[in-house]
């Protein structure tokens, strides 16, 4: 399926604001679902939002929102994640992943495609 890698994680305090970046290759954006993950420390992996791939149509968890913006850019082959208003509870290692029917989000069903390696976003209080 192709590999993902994410990068623009780093140390934010609470309130501030970063952008994550998925470049995928192997593969376009209009085979796949994309779905942002995150894990926190002690914590189950789970999904924060998702882009469709037939229609770009897109999805958020509960925690994220309003805050966060899912977007993707067919000629860079990256799919991006906007954060705003950090807060701790943000604080995780983020992944991207290959996802069917947004099912990440939807089902709470981790997907079992690819995955990238994972960003790590700190925000401090």
């Known amino acids: 399926q192709g590999q993902l890698v994410e990068s623009g994680g780093g140390l934010v305090q609470v309130g501030g604001s970063l952008k994550l970046s998925c470049v995928v290759s192997?593969?376009?954006?209009?085979?796949?679902?994309i779905g942002w993950f995150r894990q926190a420390p002690g914590k189950e992996r789970e999904g924060a939002s998702c882009?469709?791939?037939?229609?770009?149509?897109?999805v958020y968890a509960d925690s994220v929102k309003g805050r966060f913006t899912i977007s993707r850019d067919y000629a860079q082959n990256t799919v991006y994640l906007q954060m705003n208003n950090l807060t701790p509870e943000d604080t995780a290692v983020y992944y991207c992943?290959?996802?069917?029917?947004?099912?990440?989000?939807?089902?709470?069903?981790?997907?079992?495609?690819?995955w990238g390696q994972g960003t790590q976003v700190t925000v401090s209080s």
């Open positions: 992943a290959t996802d069917y029917k947004c099912r990440g989000i939807v089902a709470r069903t981790l997907p079992v495609g690819s």
């Open positions: 192997g593969f376009t954006l209009n085979m796949y679902d």
């Open positions: 882009i469709s791939s037939r229609d770009g149509s897109t």
